[in-house]
Nanobody, 121 residues
Framework: QLVESGGGLVQPGGSLRLSCAAS????????VAWFRQAPGKVREGVAY????????TYADSVKGRFIISRDNAENTVYLQLNSLKLEDTAIYYC?????????????????WGQGTQVTVS
């Protein structure tokens, strides 16, 4: 089970820190990614981190602004959102249970959280 938190309303240029907490069973040995979905749009991957954090990938749309990290001792993955833009408004989801292939393909993940709303306005 994955539980996201930290979303909210923020002005353009502001920052938020999202958290994704998981059970040890779900978290252990799992790659984790953050996706987002805006109204009427397809869910898109924004950041990915490997099991020990050695490999990190960002979507071009957030590169240089978002930072993904993980604390394996706390079974938590974070997404720091900086320099937020209006177009970053979406529900943000964390995903685990990656079974290979493209890290930003939603179908390649088996576990999902319920999402947390980020509104930039």
């Amino acid at each position: 089970q994955l539980v996201e938190s930290g979303g909210g309303l923020v002005q353009p240029g502001g920052s938020l820190r999202l958290s994704c907490a998981a059970s040890a069973y779900t978290f252990r040995g799992n790659h984790v990614a953050w996706f987002r979905q805006a109204p009427g749009k397809v869910r898109e991957g924004v950041a990915y981190i490997s099991t020990q954090g050695g490999t990190i990938t960002y979507a071009d749309s957030v590169k240089g602004r978002f930072i993904i990290s993980r604390d394996n001792a706390e079974n938590t993955v974070y997404l720091q959102l900086n320099s937020l833009k209006l177009e970053d408004t979406a529900i943000y989801y964390c995903a685990a249970g990656f079974d290979g292939g493209s890290v930003f393909r939603a179908a390649n993940y088996g576990y999902w959280g319920q999402g947390t709303q980020v509104t930039v306005s």
